[in-house]
Nanobody, 114 residues
Framework: QVQLMESGGGLVQAGGSLRLSCKAP???????????MAWYRQAPGKERELVAS???????HYADSVKGRFTISRDNSRKTTYLQMNSLKPEDTATYYC?????WGQGTQVTVSS
């Protein structure tokens, strides 16, 4: 059973923007709301790394490599977590995964061309 579903990936030129979404369709709101939600990414040949996280109260954390360019947010009423990615760079190319510290999504591919 799919607990987390990502969407919004694609091919974009350097300097462009994308917004990723992560929905939790099978999760009831009272379970989703307290969760810390996170986005990770994994590039070919590299380990999966934390990109950003957001707590139930809206506190956020970002990897140094994306600070000032990416913004994580959540809409509890929609059980959805977002990742707004601006000023994209070729090194941002990776499969992006949503994680609630119990489940992983299937991933969405982001490719940034130079």
């Amino acid at each position: 059973q799919v607990q987390l579903m990502e969407s919004g990936g694609g091919l974009v030129q350097a300097g462009g923007s994308l917004r990723l979404s992560c929905k939790a369709p099978r999760m009831i709101t009272s379970v989703f709301n307290p969760k810390t939600m996170a986005w990770y990414r994994q590039a070919p040949g590299k380990e999966r790394e934390l990109v950003a996280s957001i707590t139930r109260s809206g506190d956020t954390h970002y990897a140094d490599s994306v600070k000032g360019r990416f913004t994580i947010s959540r809409d509890n009423s929609r059980k959805t977590t977002y990742l707004q990615m601006n000023s994209l760079k070729p090194e941002d190319t990776a499969t992006y995964y949503c994680h609630d510290y119990s489940y992983w999504g299937q991933g969405t591919q982001v490719t940034v061309s130079s």
